[in-house]
């Protein structure tokens, strides 16, 4: 649906959020990467706030892990590559160990050679703080990430399963009480039950403690679910930068709205104003679109709609207003939570429109294999996409 | 033993017999009373206590020792050095490298042997312990390298970098985190040098010169000469020692790396 | 200081391998490089009065070899290693094969195959010597049989020396061949099965072409030390048994002839890096 456009550099995204612009605590200035020659990371910008759950998503290989390692200080940015900012301070030259940030691996990272205690001190033992301390400490960390300390203190990394692994660097990073944490696809390879438990802790972890989360992943789903905003990344450049919704419901581009969720994808050429909408020409139909900037006669345009904001109805029975395409259901797909039917439409395109499933045993969908059908959809409720 | 035909059970049997019979026999002949060693006369420790009179052999036995510990600590550094460089750090020539570092351990000992002796008499150094010594260096140091790679191989290098996000530089993370987790792999490495070390006859009898022996040079002298049944006594003596060092060693880092799963 | 010597460092990690480098490598630079080197400019060189060398450029060593009584040694020593090489596979092999299917006694299968591989090599040739000489074991056993009126020549023979290899170096044929075949993935095997092949077949179409490696691996690792043997000859051969490697050490002490010492050692190098570059060229990856 067309909202309000975001900026692409939105070092100004505090004042969306409506609150006082504090400094931010993360910033990249153009930061480009590259590794023999090829470039990972082009030319990346933007500030995270105190606090906020901030993710990097993206398929393998957009550069959201060669960014995340950025920020880290495993990797430095190229001359003349920009800058990573902490708090304010240039970091560029600065070794991992002279940041105050803390780290969550994918594969964990436990010390294999040291208790699960000794693995969580490990930190404040190079920080030296008293013996006194470290145990009180370590004990709160595990508590925190509900590992009993009584249980676990002593045991070894091999002896736990991965879920307790993950939580126990999890203690290991949290009981320095960074104000930074960075996330590497910490629940890449836990399975799909404990994964929504854990997006949820990590999620209040985060409101809780009040530490800033920087958090990589390629799985939207849980990008949508944890996240204040999301940079979603291709090809080493943000593409989009947004809150969840404003990434779901306004994807700017191709990219975002095929990456994030499902779309159909329509293309067609600007015909002529209409009143307060624009007629479009697509194959041999008209369909409309609200006005927006840039919108001219014979311009190419694309548009993305997504299945659920579309309705499917009988042949004359299109709800007045609406854009309509005639076409014929060739399968009916059953998703459990939702229905898909896939609309093949004259000239080879399909569509798949989303309907809820009232249950299928007792109030079926009245669609078939070769129905006529026709696929309809409110002119506002569709995105304009820029070019990539 | 499962789906294995009949004749390779047999075939197998045979020839783990074969590899072993030589050894065991001279194991037995070496508590025979005969100095002969064609029948079987009579149970004694005669030959071992006779290998406690000879001076030259405890003699040769301390300067095998010697030798063996001071190449092993020498070599073991060295080599596990190389190794962290040539698997952790990308420079110029590195192929090269290590296509180099394997030419020693193909090297016919023969060859070896007769090089380190030309530089020697070349620099017109004396041949000593020193000289063994350093020629056992010189051969062990890619077998180290060897062995200590292939356990940085399996080991997960995000854990250096976990340890640098915990504020230890890198040299803290080598020291309390990569040295422990390597420390079979040294060990296994160590061990192999010490027993190479040991072992070695051909490298050491041309850079030995006429003032010096080791215990292989000893042994090798008694064959030569005067077979008597000392040389089972000693052979058996060395035999044993070997099975428990390696026995001790495996356990060692069978536990450990359990432990560190 | 230490940051200081760190963040230098760590921006140039070609200064920092070397850093880690340069102990063993000026080790190995100095006494093993520069001596075969020095060994290179020996060969060249007239040979001295009392062993050593005279100034000056030769290639008489070299033009020696072809001498035919020297020629004779290098194949004779060429084809022991060959034998050796294969009768190892052939007795090694089938070893390997049923270690792998040995279940529960596999472990002391394989520390029964390792354990001579540890076991000093003078003492194991000793060991040969031991059984094979006249007033030896296997003599003695087969007289009082009366299987045999007189003793059986074995030693001092190039059997003994081929027996002495084979002993010596089966185990590091049997190693590399089970690393490999262990590494056959079963489902590759059943899939055969389902697609008609009977065992024979399965093994000659599939386990032994995919146990190459292994094959390949241990065939140089049996290879090239027999072919530079020195000691398994010196003790075991005799006269009848010479190799190149106890060519090479006469030079060194009764023959004193350093420059010939130094040619021939030069050519059994060179056979044995032929040998390797032939291995890495076509060895299946």
């Known amino acids: 649906m067309i909202g309000p456009t975001d900026q692409s550099s939105s070092l100004g995204s505090a004042s969306t959020r409506g609150g006082a612009a504090a400094d931010p605590v993360v910033e990249l200035k153009s930061v480009s990467k590259s590794f023999n020659g090829t470039q990972a990371v082009r030319d990346v910008s933007f500030a995270i706030e105190r606090g906020e759950f901030f993710s990097m998503l993206g398929p393998s290989g957009c550069g959201k892990t060669t960014t995340l390692r950025l920020i880290a200080g495993f990797e430095t940015p190229d001359t003349d590559g920009g800058e990573v900012r902490l708090m304010g301070a240039v970091v560029n030259d600065q070794r991992p160990y002279e940041r105050r940030l803390a780290m969550v691996f994918q594969n964990y990272a436990l010390f294999p050679h040291l208790t699960v205690e000794r693995n969580v001190a490990f930190g404040l033992e190079q920080r030296k703080t008293p013996k006194s301390e470290i145990g009180d400490r370590v004990r709160n960390a595990l508590a925190l990430v509900r590992l009993d300390p009584g249980t676990f203190a002593r045991r070894n990394p091999s002896q736990l399963s991965g879920g307790q692994r993950q939580r126990v660097a999890l203690a290991r990073a949290l009981v320095l009480e960074p104000t930074i944490l960075l996330l590497d696809e910490p629940l890449g390879a836990i399975d799909l039950q404990l994964r929504k438990e854990m997006q949820l802790e990590l999620k209040s972890l985060n409101k809780q403690l009040g530490t800033t989360f920087i958090y990589v992943t390629h799985d939207q789903e849980e990008a949508l679910t944890m996240s204040d905003r999301i940079a979603v990344m291709s090809n080493g450049r943000v593409a989009q930068l947004g809150t969840p919704a404003e990434i779901y419901e306004n994807p700017r581009t191709a990219f975002v709205a095929k990456f994030i969720g499902e779309s159909n994808f329509l293309e067609g050429q600007v015909l002529r104003q209409n009143g307060t909408l624009w007629d479009v020409q697509w194959k041999n139909t008209i369909f409309r679109v609200p006005n927006a900037s840039g919108l001219q006669t014979e311009k190419a345009i694309r548009i993305a709609v997504r299945p659920e904001w579309l309705d499917l109805v009988r042949p004359g029975h299109v709800p007045p207003g609406e854009n309509e395409l005639c076409g014929s259901v060739r399968d009916v797909i059953y998703l459990g939570e939702t229905m898909h039917v896939v609309v093949s439409l004259p000239g080879g395109t399909d569509m798949t429109v989303a309907l809820r499933n009232e249950g299928q045993l007792i109030n079926p969908l009245p669609w078939r294999r070769g129905d006529e059908a026709v696929v309809a959809w409110k002119p506002e409720d569709c995105q304009i996409l820029e070019d990539e | 033993m499962n789906r294995v035909p009949r004749w390779i059970v047999v075939f197998t049997a045979i020839v783990l017999f074969c590899m072993h019979l030589p050894v065991l026999v001279l194991v037995a002949f070496s508590f025979n009373a005969s100095k002969f060693s064609v029948g079987w006369t009579g149970f004694t420790l005669h030959w071992y206590q006779r290998l406690l009179e000879r001076e030259d052999i405890l003699q040769a036995l301390r300067s095998s020792l010697i030798v063996g510990v001071s190449a092993t600590v020498i070599a073991t550094a060295c080599g596990t050095l190389i190794a962290l460089a040539l698997a952790r750090h990308r420079f110029r020539g590195r192929t090269l490298y290590e296509g180099l570092i394997y030419v020693p351990i193909v090297t016919p000992e023969i060859v070896t042997g007769i090089s380190l002796l030309i530089l020697f008499v070349f620099l017109r150094f004396p041949l000593g312990l020193v000289t063994i010594t350093i020629a056992h260096v010189a051969f062990s140091i890619p077998f180290v390298v060897v062995v200590v790679m292939s356990r940085l191989a399996g080991m997960d290098d995000t854990l250096e970098e976990a340890a640098m996000t915990l504020g230890a530089d890198e040299i803290t993370a080598f020291w309390k985190i990569t040295v422990p987790l390597l420390s079979p792999g040294i060990i296994s490495a160590a061990l192999l040098t010490f027993i190479l070390s040991f072992d070695d006859f051909v490298i050491t009898s041309f850079v030995a010169g006429s003032g010096s022996s080791t215990l292989p040079l000893i042994i090798y002298s008694m064959v030569r000469r005067n077979v008597e049944p000392s040389i089972n006594a000693i052979s058996t003596v060395i035999v044993i020692g070997t099975s428990i060092m390696l026995y001790v060693a495996e356990k060692l880092t069978r536990e450990d790396s359990r432990a560190k799963t | ?285």
């Open chain 3, 1 to 285: 200081m230490r940051r200081r010597l760190l963040a230098w460092l760590t921006r140039r990690p070609e200064a920092e391998a070397w850093a880690l480098l340069s102990p063993g490598t000026f080790w190995m630079l100095v006494f093993f490089i520069i001596p075969v080197v020095v060994m290179c400019a020996y060969s060249a060189m007239p040979r001295g009065t009392y062993g050593g060398v005279d100034p000056g450029f030769t290639l008489e060593a070299y033009t020696r070899f072809l001498h035919p009584v020297y020629l004779v040694i290098l194949e004779r020593t060429f084809v022991i290693a060959v034998l050796t090489t294969a009768f190892c596979v052939l007795a090694g092999y089938p070893v390997a094969y049923a270690i792998t299917r040995s279940g529960k006694w596999r472990t002391l299968l394989l520390f029964l195959v390792v354990l001579p591989f540890w076991t000093s090599f003078l003492v194991r040739t000793f060991a040969m010597i031991f059984l094979m000489r006249d007033t030896g074991l296997i003599n003695s056993w087969l007289l009082g049989l009366g299987v045999i009126k007189q003793p059986i020549e074995m030693l001092y023979t190039p059997f003994a020396v081929f027996a002495g290899l084979v002993y010596g170096y089966l185990p590091f044929m049997i190693l590399p061949v089970y690393s490999s075949l262990e590494k056959i993935d079963p489902s590759l095997l059943e899939a055969a099965e389902v697609l008609g092949a009977r065992p024979t077949a399965r093994f000659w179409r599939v386990t032994l072409p995919l146990s190459a490696p292994g094959l390949i691996a241990g065939s140089l690792l049996v290879f090239i030390p027999s072919l530079g043997s020195f000691l398994t000859s010196d003790l075991l051969g005799g006269a009848k048994g010479l190799l190149v490697g106890n060519l090479i050490q006469n030079q060194f002490s009764t023959a004193r002839n350093w420059p010939f010492g130094s040619a021939a050692s030069l050519i059994l190098m060179t056979l044995v890096l032929i040998a390797t570059l032939v291995y890495l060229r076509f060895k299946p990856e």
